[in-house]
């Protein structure tokens, strides 16, 4: 008798949403160590910073059984101090092995700029690091200027708001569906 090796579980759906629990939000700050510490090297040790006091962290979520597994993906976003209106997102991480997903960054960008939108957002803007300027041309950002920060390249971009309706409810956010290769 020969047994096929069984495929690795995969999600068939992510729910991003804003992270609303407290394991969500402690999962959220993990990835971001995760990926811009561990693997980016773009800080030591933590990277939050005055910005996490006031900020909103919004999460992508794989599923099992429909029910919430873990943070695959996360960003957040707040309203700029020095000027009513101005709504930026920062800090927008993958977990590895989704990072081909590409209806979670589309995701977690669409939650970020719909919900600002929805709390008087009159001007989306994000420092993206130049490798991820395609994805955001592609959803309707246009770069600004090109600035380096924490020692790489990256675009100051502002989101196209006509692309992004309000949401009114991103404590549900939205699901996003994906297919295994």
């Given amino acids: 008798m020969i047994f096929e090796p069984v495929p690795p579980y995969w999600p068939s759906h992510f729910r991003i949403k804003f992270a609303t629990s407290s394991w969500e939000r402690n999962a959220c700050a993990a990835l971001r160590r995760q990926v811009f510490c561990t693997e980016q090297r773009i800080f030591t040790g933590d990277d939050r910073d005055a910005v996490d006091a006031h900020a909103i962290p919004i999460c992508a ?3 099992l059984g429909g029910d919430a ?12 101090s020095e000027r009513a209106g101005a709504w930026w997102g920062s800090r927008l991480a993958v977990a590895g092995p989704f990072r081909g997903t590409a209806a979670l960054g589309a995701g977690l ?3 970020a700029v719909s919900s600002a939108h929805a709390r008087g957002c009159t001007r989306f803007l994000a420092h993206v690091q130049d490798r ?3 994805l955001f041309q592609a ?8 600035v380096e920060l924490h020692g790489r390249p990256h675009h100051l971009m502002q989101a196209d ?3 992004y309706p309000p949401m009114h409810d991103p404590e549900h956010g939205l699901v996003t569906f994906h297919k295994a290769a």
């Fill in 139 to 146: 959803l309707h950002w246009t770069s600004l200027d090109e």
């Fill in 109 to 111: 960008i669409q939650v």
């Fill in 69 to 80: 597994d873990a943070v695959v993906g996360t960003v957040r976003i707040h309203e700029a």
């Fill in 132 to 134: 991820n300027v395609p």
């Fill in 161 to 163: 708001l006509a692309a």
């Fill in 61 to 63: 979520l794989s599923t």
